[in-house]
């Protein structure tokens, strides 16, 4: 069977440019960031554990590194020195250092306050946070950071960072194996230990930020949340039926949604309507922004050959790249999906100025699809495509 597809030697020879050395994958976000250090703002890059924050901010402080301090908010001495903050003191102890970063910001309570002291007291001194989620460090730096900060999102390598690297063939032609194991860095560099890397990544990263949320009481309810999730990418979800199917109060749910949400696990898109009586107007998709870790967490890393939610995976891949790549170009643009009560649907929608672009996600380059008439009648200077595996890429780079 495996010959009616991809030759594995073809596939080795192609998989293997990229492993060699994931860390020389230049990360667009690098010229974003460089472009706004030393201008009087701190720096934050939030995104999930090891999808390579700290190797980023290695290569953009480089050298010289006797004029960084790096400070990482896991270790106890890191929150130790925050603890017990003095401004003052926090001067004297890092003398003539040009720049400082702090991993794992969140970790550090009242975070926000003592980087405002920072700013304030040390301006010549560039500050660089990261956080691997956003449950407190958003709500710790947005109102003591305010009109002090630039905030970045890092997420795993996009098909355009990929495609810089290799070139643009060659990433077309592993998409088979992106959605079954995604793009995680770590993913990326072990080449035949994919699932080994998910499984680390989804138990020992990803879970270990949620299950130390304070709000969480119930560890098992929220993994089968997870897995319930995964089953439902690319179909609209209820709350409703989820805390059936969970044994959890709707509450309880949206709350869990929404700290895997902040994780940078999931995502949701909300139903778009404007104009029609028969649009649903509370609806909501959630989708994964990984595939691979879509697929550990439910232990299915079948070949996508094989599989019967194809569709869903191409789907599910095709929306979270235009995510990444609406947040590197900082496109502001809001992202919806359509349907109707009576079926009518569009898959995604990007509204930006007024301009609407809608999306019909096909698997097979034959099937074919067009805009529905309602929505073109209710609807003006609407763009649309069809994506499928032939042409998805232009739509990525």
């Known amino acids: 069977m495996w010959n009616q597809f991809h030759k ?14 994931c860390d020389m994958i230049n990360r667009i976000l690098e010229n974003n960031i460089a472009h706004r250090l030393n201008k009087g703002k701190a720096i934050i890059v939030m995104g999930a554990r090891q999808v390579g924050k700290t190797t980023l901010l290695n290569k953009i402080f480089e050298s010289p590194k ?13 929150l130790a020195l925050f603890n017990n903050f003095n401004a003052s003191r926090f001067k004297a102890l890092i003398g003539n250092t040009k720049t400082l970063i702090l991993d794992e910001a969140q970790r550090i309570s009242d975070i926000g306050i003592k980087l405002k002291q920072i700013i304030d007291q040390i301006p010549c001194l560039q500050v660089v946070a990261t956080g691997s989620s956003s449950f407190d460090l958003a709500n710790k730096i947005n109102e003591p950071l305010t009109g002090r900060k630039w ?6 390598l996009s098909f355009n960072e990929l495609a810089q690297h290799t070139n643009i063939l060659e990433e077309k032609r592993l998409l088979h194996h992106r959605l079954i194991y995604g793009s995680y860095p770590d993913v990326i560099n072990n080449l035949g230990d994919e699932q080994k890397a998910l499984t680390e990544i989804t138990n020992s990263y ?39 199917l969970i044994g959890l109060d709707v509450k309880t749910i949206d709350k869990y949604i929404t700290i895997l949400e902040q994780a940078y696990i999931i995502f949701r898109l909300r139903s778009f309507n404007r104009n029609m009586r028969n649009e649903l107007k509370n609806s909501r998709k959630i ?34 790249e235009r995510i990444k790549q609406k947040e590197y170009t900082d496109d502001y643009s809001l992202s919806w999906f359509w349907r109707t009560k009576s ?29 529905p008439l309602s929505f073109k009648n209710a609807y003006q200077n609407v763009e649309f495509h069809v994506i499928n595996r032939d042409n998805f890429y232009e739509f990525l780079i």
């Not at 905030?151 to 795993?156: A, I, N, R, S, V």
């Open 151 to 156: 905030e970045y999102t890092l997420f795993p």
């Open 66 to 78: 006797n004029n960084i301090f790096w400070l990482n908010g896991d270790n106890s001495d890191t």
């Open 206 to 244: 990803l879970y270990k930020d949620i299950m130390d949320y304070e709000g969480i009481h119930k560890a098992d309810k929220l993994v089968n949340l997870i897995q319930a999730l995964a089953y439902q990418i690319g179909s609209e979800v209820s709350l409703t039926e989820l805390a059936q």
């Open 287 to 320: 989708y994964f922004y990984d595939n691979g870790i879509r697929n550990a967490v439910i232990r299915n890393f079948a070949p996508a050959e094989m599989r019967g939610d194809i569709g869903s995976l191409f789907e599910n891949y095709f929306i979270s």
């Open 343 to 371: 079926q009518q649907e569009i898959d995604y929608i990007e509204e930006k100025d007024g301009t609407i672009k809608a999306f019909e996600i096909k698997w097979n380059p034959n099937r074919k699809a067009k805009l």
């Open 8 to 21: 594995f030697n073809d596939f080795f020879g192609l998989y293997e440019n990229l492993c060699y050395l």
